[in-house]
């Protein structure tokens, strides 16, 4: 059935990769936390950031894959991410311990948004699953359906992210509003953790 509508399974499977891997909630949740507006931008950029790194090392496998050791790259790539991860989540740990009570020393919101793009990037370089994802694209019979996917694939990239994002981004803000510190600080910690545990088991996963 989803065969008779690329542009739907495109949208469906970049969804379900998007929600289903922690290590890319893990990398949004903490600067979606921090921006003070617009935290859907934060996913926004993500998205774009993963699927351009997606895209990139997909053409590079199809046009070089005979020189070019794509899958170590890609392995190392997953390990850069998580190297990265932990040191979001242990920047992120540490602002929010030992931030004073008036500090209002924030990166600006563009910062964000270029790192964002970055870590997105980077994930999109990292994982054999992508390429799995884009095998549909050999499937279909006609060139317009190919098309069709991958415009699919990045509008459910990009949507859902950015949605995870503005989510996350508006309950961090409610918890400001309502005045409650503890609860500020405990999204922030747990962002933190989960950015750090997550970067750690890719790192393991790296060199092992």
Do not use: C
């Not at 990166?107 to 999109?124: V, W």
């Amino acid at each position: 059935m989803f065969n008779d509508f690329p542009l739907l399974l495109g949208i469906v499977a970049s969804t379900l990769h998007i929600i289903s891997g922690p290590d890319h909630l893990a990398a949004v949740t903490p600067y979606a936390i921090e921006t003070k507006q617009s935290s859907w931008k934060v996913g926004l950029y993500w998205g774009l950031g993963h699927l351009g790194g997606m895209l990139l090392i997909g053409f590079a496998f199809l046009l070089f894959k005979a020189y070019i050791p794509i899958e170590q790259i890609s392995e190392h790539s997953e390990t850069l991410v998580g190297i990265t991860l932990v040191g979001i989540g242990a920047f992120v740990i540490y602002k929010t311990v030992y931030r004073k009570p008036h500090a209002h020393a924030h990166p600006k919101k563009e910062k964000y948004h270029i790192y964002s793009l970055a870590i997105g990037f980077l994930h999109g370089l990292a994982g054999i699953a992508h390429f799995i994802l884009l095998l549909p694209v050999l499937g279909f019979e006609h060139r317009s359906q190919s098309i069709l996917y991958i415009i699919g694939f990045g509008i459910g990239t990009v949507a859902a992210m950015s949605i995870y994002a503005l989510i996350v981004g508006k309950a961090s803000q409610l918890t400001k509003r309502n005045g409650s510190m503890f609860w500020s600080k405990g999204i922030r910690l747990t962002s933190g953790f989960f950015a750090l545990v997550t970067g750690f088991y890719l790192v393991y996963l790296g060199v092992h």
